[in-house]
């Protein structure tokens, strides 16, 4: 099996309720960014040891939490030594509204792969866009590039659409399967 880390950041838990229900569908490792924008100790470690790297982050005015940021800057470190050439990466954000510019952020978590040389993931479902579609269905939010979630300002995490994490669970279970294939491609 793959080895698969979830690395992401959460200001008030919905982001992290996505988090877990990618994870649960890759059987990945959950890794949090915490609210000063550090990993805990043996993170580095761990997203080293990675097969498939997932980003998770907050939209917030448009763009990644300034958390998530400032552990993509120290990903500098490893980009110098191309620590993370040919990893398979993916990502996802949620936010408020609907769109709420989600699509800038999954850009940046994209370029942010692209920049260490990575494989890129793509959200893997066709979306719900059709009469029959309810805001519980699989991919309602509509992502390709990446998995997009929404939740009302005020919505609890605990008040998230069961259909969203549904396609957050379906989203970790293709990168899964498409880290497990580009592992025996190398063998
Ligand atoms: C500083 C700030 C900026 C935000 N900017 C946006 C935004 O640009 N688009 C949007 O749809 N929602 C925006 N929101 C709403 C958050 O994306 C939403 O509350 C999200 O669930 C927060 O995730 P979290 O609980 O993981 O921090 C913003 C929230 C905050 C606190």
Redesign the pocket.
């Given at each position: 099996m793959a080895d698969i880390v979830v690395v992401f950041?959460?200001?008030?838990?919905?982001?992290?309720?996505?988090a877990q229900a990618v994870a649960d569908g890759a059987q990945a490792v959950l890794l949090q960014i915490d609210g000063d924008g550090k990993l805990p100790a043996g993170g580095w470690e761990m997203l080293a040891a990675a097969d498939a790297i997932i980003f998770g982050a907050?939209?917030?005015?448009?763009?990644a939490?300034w958390q998530f940021k400032r552990f993509a800057d120290a990903s500098s470190k490893v980009w110098f030594a191309e620590g993370w050439r040919d990893k398979l990466f993916a990502g996802f954000?949620?936010?408020?509204?609907?769109?709420?510019?989600?699509y800038a952020t999954i850009t940046y978590l994209w370029t942010l792969a692209m920049q260490h040389h990575g494989m890129w993931i793509s959200q893997g479902l066709m979306p719900s866009n059709n009469k029959a579609a309810t805001r519980e269905s699989l991919n309602y939010v509509g992502g390709y590039g990446g998995l997009m979630t929404?939740?009302p300002?005020d919505?609890s995490?605990g008040e998230m659409s069961k259909g969203d994490l549904e396609t957050a669970r379906a989203f970790g279970e293709r990168v899964a399967t498409v880290a497990s294939r580009w592992a025996s491609s190398k063998s």
């Open positions: 950041h959460s200001g008030y838990g919905h982001t992290q309720r996505v907050p939209t917030y005015m448009g763009g939490s954000t949620n936010s408020a509204a609907m769109n709420g510019d989600k929404t939740s300002t919505a995490p």
